[in-house]
């Protein structure tokens, strides 16, 4: 018990540094005006058809995404649910608190650093093994019947960029940056915030002492 509770508080304070990273990282791409990844062009094409905010409708598709986890018998951990609430609540206020970037060398500033704490924040929250987001998990869930998995992102990401555009979302230079950058960042943050690789290091190092 004295080395599990350890371990399942540094999961989840790296949890949680990671959905708040991730939020924060939206709303400085939100605010950078250059263009929003994928699912985000379709959560801000959805906030500027109802009025309601980009957080608000990140909450909401992340919940019914989940609904689409029952027949897929996915199976949601802590970071799942946790992932759906967290990152709108997030980048809501980190919307209301981020100055507008006022000329096109800070919104560039925005835009690149926003692209860069995603890719720490994907490593925090996945590299803590309390369960994948609610859109990883559709994306892994449909790819475990037999699909490819890079087909399954694909296929996902570009609907929901579709949709999102037609509904009046931002697509930009941004949007091309964030799905070139994000795969080679997450390839180098994951295995670097893999809690339990990190364990396992350290364990075997004991039984080398």
């Not at 979302?169 to 180098?188: C, D, K, M, Q, R």
Request: charged share 10%; hydrophobic share 50%.
């Amino acid at each position: 018990m004295g080395d599990i509770m350890p371990l399942l508080l540094r999961r989840l304070i790296q949890l949680y540094v990671g959905l708040t990273l991730y939020g924060t990282g939206i709303a400085l791409q939100v605010s950078a005006g250059l263009g929003v990844d994928p699912w985000d062009v379709f959560h801000q094409g959805l906030a500027r058809r109802t009025g309601m905010s980009i957080g608000t409708w990140i909450i909401i598709v992340g919940v019914l995404v989940m609904l689409l986890w029952i027949p897929l018998r996915q199976r949601p951990g802590i970071g799942t649910v946790s992932n759906a609430v967290v990152v709108g609540l997030v980048a809501d206020a980190a919307l209301a608190l981020l100055p507008e970037p006022g000329t096109l060398a800070l919104r560039w500033t925005y835009l690149i650093t926003a692209i860069l704490i995603g890719g720490v924040a994907t490593g925090c929250y996945i590299g803590a093994g309390l369960g994948p987001g609610p859109r990883d998990g559709l994306m892994t869930g449909l790819a475990a019947r037999g699909h490819s998995i890079r087909v399954v992102r694909t296929a996902i990401e570009l609907t929901v960029l579709a949709a999102g555009f037609l509904l009046g979302g931002t697509v930009g230079v941004g949007t091309v940056l964030y799905a070139v950058s994000i795969g080679p960042l997450a390839h180098v943050f994951i295995p670097l915030l893999d809690i339990d690789r990190r364990a396992g290091r350290l364990s075997a190092g004991r039984r080398d002492h």
